[in-house]
């Protein structure tokens, strides 16, 4: 369009300086530019926006132009800091038991500029209300690894100095372990941070509840790890879901603590909200995550608690989709009853 309208590239570059660095409002950064409306700006279309009553999370469901529900959620953390969570894909093959998205069966992939465009649209909200969008996490709808070419392209966007010029390590990608990915992901972006959703050590529980643990066996993810650690020179991040009765008793606590031998990791355990589609699943009661934190620490492990923000807007991946959806059926069938 430049050389077609023979634009000057000042204005080019001004203008994705103003929108993808700065956020600027769409109507304030188009109003400057010569061919303002020939841009259009989004490819993401936002369909609701939940805002939690209990603290400071936001959901928002974006219509595809192929016409599906996406979601990210944007968490505002008391210290003043912003973390985004975006989604790579619809849906995810993965079918991890404790997870809403998983439950939707086939995945889809996001292109890069739907990937984007969750970062641009929440980057304007929070600029909207005079805050920054401090970190963006791979860790919503989609197991990233599946769509890696456009993950690797959206992770270069994101970084590039004449783009979004986000630092690297501001940036998160979470997955339940496709090594060989995991692998060339350290190797191209070694500063973007990794993390490994584990929830078990014990090869027989995770295939139990991450199905494709089959295929990627914890003795693999082990040596994985250590080769992401020597590529990285930095920690990764070991996700860990409390689950009661299934990943959470001091012996469990314990196997993970010898199994991260000689692994430079960060634990993180994360309590479980219980969804519709596991009524199966429930999650470990504070005490016992807290005598499974210090049997981690004891060890020398660095170990955190992560309490969940937005649980009063089902703001765990896929949640509000797959509530979406439902509702729609219900309605759908409703109305097809009354015609
Ligand atoms: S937890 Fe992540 S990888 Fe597993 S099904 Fe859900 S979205 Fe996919």
Redesign the pocket.
Known sequence: MRKELRLDPQFVRKLRNDLLKKFANDNDALAAFPAGDRVQCHVLSLFKRVDSNIDGATKLLFRTSAGMLIESVILRIATGRTTLCVSS?VG?????D?????KMGIAQNLTPAEILDQVFQAGQLLAAENRRLDNIVF?????PFHNEQNLHETLQILTASHMFDRSPSTILV???GVHDAMLRCAERFPLVNLAL?LHSVDQETRKTI?P?ARKHPLNELQETLRQVNKLQQREVMIEYLMLAGVNDSSDNASQLAVWLDGIQAHVNLIPYNPIDDAPHLTGTDRDQISAFADILKKAGRKTTVRYSLGNDIAAA??QLVRKENRDKAIQDHKFSRQS
């Open positions: 894909q995810c093959a993965a079918a991890c404790f997870c809403a998205t998983g860790m919503g709808m989609g197991e979470s997955t339940v959703s991450i494709l991946c896929g």
